[in-house]
C-alpha cells in the first residue's frame, strides 16, 4: 500500500474543513435571504408578520383588505403571512399548532373549536357584530343563460339536475349550503321532517360532487361538472368579473351566512392582531368588503350598496335553525347528526366533527 505524504493529507484535510465552513454560511444566509416571517412573526425588514388562516373564499378580499390595512397608522410596519382551506380543516389545523395571530373562519364552531381549547378568548364573539367580519348569503350559479331554467329550490329536484356542492366534514360553506335548503323549506311551511327528506334527496340523487371547499367546488363548476352549484354570494359577483360564464339566483329562501374572526390570545403580536380585527368592521374596510362582493355587516356602508346586494323575501339566520350549538348537534355531529348519517349512506366521506 502506498502512503501519501502528509502534506499531502493536511491539503485535503483543510480543503474539507473550508468545504464545510462555505456550506455552512451558504445555509444560513439562504435561510435568511428566503423567510417570509411565516412562522417566527417578524418580517425581513424588521417589521411585525401576522399570521392570517382563513377559509378559502376569500382569499382576494383579504388580499385587498391586507394592503390597505398596512397603509394605516396603525398597520405601519405590519405585514401578512396568508394560509387558505377549508374552514374546519384551517381549525383543526391551528388547534393542531399551525401558526396563526388572527383566525378568519366560515362558521362560528369553527373558532368556538378554538376558544374551547383556550387558543381565543370565550368572550371573542361580544360586541357590535358578534365578532363577524362580513356576510353574505347562500345562491344558486348556473351556466350563463340559465338553460336548465332554475328558478329556487324545487328546481334542484327536478329530474336530471346535478348540483355541486362541498363537503360538510370539511367546508363551512357545504355546512351554510345545508342550511339554507332545509331552512328554505321550513321557511315553506313544511316541517322538518319534510324539509329533512327534501336535504336527502337532494344529496343521494342531485349532488354530482362534493369537493372539499367552497373555492374547489367553484373551479370544479366552471370546469364542466354539475348544472348549479351552491356556493355563496360573493363567490358568484367574483366569477362573474372574472369573465367567467355563470349567472346566479338568489332564492327567495335563503340564509344569511354570517363570517367570523378572532385574534389568538396567545399570539406574540397581539396588539397588532387586535388592531387589524378591529379595523376589519370600519367603514374604510367595510367598503372594501362590499366592493370585493361580502355584505358589510356596518349597516351605514350596506345602506350604500343595497342595489347590488337585494335582500332576499323571506331571509333567515342560523339563530331561525336553533343557532349553531343546536344546528351542528342535530345536522352535522359526527355520529348522530342526520346530515352525517345521510352523507354516509350516500358513500361520502365524513371523518371530521
Given at each position: 500500500?502506498?502512503?501519501?505524504?502528509?502534506?499531502?493529507?493536511?491539503?485535503?484535510?483543510?480543503?474539507?474543513?473550508?468545504?464545510?465552513?462555505?456550506?455552512?454560511?451558504?445555509a444560513?444566509?439562504?435561510?435568511?435571504?428566503?423567510?417570509?416571517?411565516g412562522?417566527?412573526?417578524?418580517?425581513?425588514?424588521g417589521?411585525?408578520?401576522?399570521?392570517?388562516?382563513?377559509?378559502?373564499?376569500?382569499?382576494?378580499?383579504?388580499?385587498?383588505?391586507?394592503?390597505?390595512?398596512?397603509?394605516t397608522s396603525?398597520?405601519?410596519?405590519?405585514?401578512?403571512?396568508?394560509?387558505?382551506?377549508?374552514?374546519?380543516?384551517?381549525?383543526?389545523?391551528?388547534?393542531?399548532?399551525?401558526?396563526a395571530?388572527?383566525?378568519?373562519?366560515?362558521?362560528?364552531?369553527?373558532?368556538?373549536?378554538?376558544?374551547?381549547?383556550?387558543?381565543?378568548?370565550?368572550?371573542?364573539?361580544?360586541?357590535?357584530?358578534?365578532?363577524?367580519?362580513?356576510?353574505?348569503?347562500?345562491?344558486?350559479?348556473?351556466?350563463?343563460g340559465?338553460?336548465k331554467?332554475?328558478?329556487?329550490?324545487?328546481s334542484?329536484?327536478?329530474p336530471?339536475?346535478?348540483?355541486?356542492?362541498?363537503?360538510?366534514?370539511?367546508?363551512?360553506s357545504?355546512?351554510?349550503?345545508?342550511?339554507?335548503?332545509?331552512?328554505?323549506q321550513?321557511?315553506?311551511?313544511k316541517?322538518?321532517?319534510?324539509?329533512?327528506?327534501?336535504?336527502?334527496?337532494?344529496?343521494?340523487?342531485?349532488?354530482?360532487?362534493?369537493?372539499?371547499?367552497?373555492?374547489?367546488?367553484?373551479?370544479?363548476?366552471?370546469?364542466?361538472?354539475?348544472?348549479?352549484?351552491?356556493?355563496?354570494?360573493?363567490?358568484?359577483?367574483?366569477?362573474?368579473?372574472?369573465?367567467?360564464?355563470?349567472?346566479?339566483?338568489?332564492?327567495?329562501?335563503?340564509i344569511?351566512?354570517?363570517?367570523?374572526?378572532?385574534?389568538?390570545?396567545?399570539?406574540?403580536?397581539?396588539?397588532?392582531a387586535?388592531s387589524?380585527l378591529s379595523?376589519?368592521?370600519?367603514?374604510?374596510?367595510?367598503?372594501?368588503?362590499?366592493?370585493?362582493?361580502?355584505?358589510?355587516?356596518?349597516?351605514?356602508?350596506?345602506?350604500?350598496?343595497?342595489?347590488?346586494?337585494?335582500?332576499?323575501?323571506?331571509?333567515?339566520?342560523?339563530?331561525?335553525?336553533?343557532?349553531?350549538t343546536?344546528?351542528k348537534?342535530?345536522?352535522?355531529?359526527p355520529?348522530?347528526?342526520?346530515?352525517?348519517?345521510?352523507?354516509?349512506?350516500?358513500g361520502?366521506?365524513?371523518?371530521?366533527?
Amino acid at each position: 500500500m502506498i502512503k501519501k505524504p502528509n502534506f499531502v493529507l493536511r491539503a485535503v484535510a483543510l480543503l474539507v474543513v473550508v468545504s464545510g465552513l462555505s456550506l455552512l454560511v451558504a445555509a444560513c444566509g439562504g435561510s435568511s435571504d428566503t423567510s417570509t416571517g411565516g412562522g417566527s412573526g417578524s418580517s425581513s425588514s424588521g417589521g411585525t408578520t401576522l399570521n392570517l388562516v382563513a377559509y378559502s373564499t376569500p382569499k382576494a378580499a383579504y388580499g385587498a383588505l391586507t394592503a390597505a390595512f398596512e397603509k394605516t397608522s396603525a398597520g405601519k410596519g405590519v405585514s401578512f403571512a396568508d394560509s387558505f382551506g377549508p374552514s374546519g380543516a384551517q381549525s383543526r389545523a391551528v388547534l393542531a399548532g399551525q401558526p396563526a395571530d388572527v383566525v378568519a373562519f366560515s362558521t362560528e364552531p369553527d373558532i368556538s373549536a378554538l376558544a374551547k381549547a383556550g387558543l381565543v378568548s370565550k368572550t371573542w364573539d361580544a360586541g357590535n357584530y358578534q365578532g363577524n367580519v362580513a356576510d353574505s348569503v347562500v345562491v344558486m350559479v348556473v351556466r350563463k343563460g340559465n338553460p336548465k331554467h332554475i328558478t329556487g329550490w324545487s328546481s334542484l329536484l327536478k329530474p336530471g339536475i346535478k348540483v355541486v356542492t362541498p363537503n360538510p366534514s370539511t367546508s363551512g360553506s357545504a355546512r351554510w349550503n345545508i342550511l339554507a335548503a332545509y331552512g328554505a323549506q321550513l321557511k315553506q311551511g313544511k316541517s322538518p321532517t319534510q324539509a329533512l327528506a327534501y336535504v336527502k334527496t337532494l344529496i343521494t340523487k342531485h349532488t354530482a360532487s362534493e369537493p372539499s371547499s367552497a373555492s374547489t367546488a367553484l373551479q370544479a363548476f366552471t370546469s364542466g361538472e354539475g348544472d348549479v352549484l351552491l356556493d355563496y354570494e360573493s363567490d358568484a359577483i367574483a366569477a362573474k368579473k372574472a369573465g367567467d360564464p355563470i349567472q346566479y339566483i338568489i332564492p327567495k329562501q335563503t340564509i344569511l351566512i354570517q363570517t367570523p374572526a378572532a385574534v389568538l390570545t396567545k399570539s406574540k403580536h397581539y396588539q397588532q392582531a387586535k388592531s387589524f380585527l378591529s379595523w376589519l368592521v370600519t367603514p374604510p374596510a367595510q367598503t372594501i368588503w362590499a366592493q370585493q362582493g361580502y355584505r358589510p355587516v356596518v349597516e351605514s356602508v350596506l345602506s350604500k350598496f343595497s342595489s347590488e346586494f337585494p335582500n332576499p323575501p323571506q331571509l333567515f339566520n342560523v339563530s331561525y335553525l336553533g343557532g349553531w350549538t343546536q344546528a351542528k348537534s342535530q345536522f352535522f355531529d359526527p355520529s348522530t347528526g342526520s346530515i352525517t348519517k345521510i352523507q354516509q349512506a350516500a358513500g361520502y366521506p365524513t371523518a371530521s366533527s
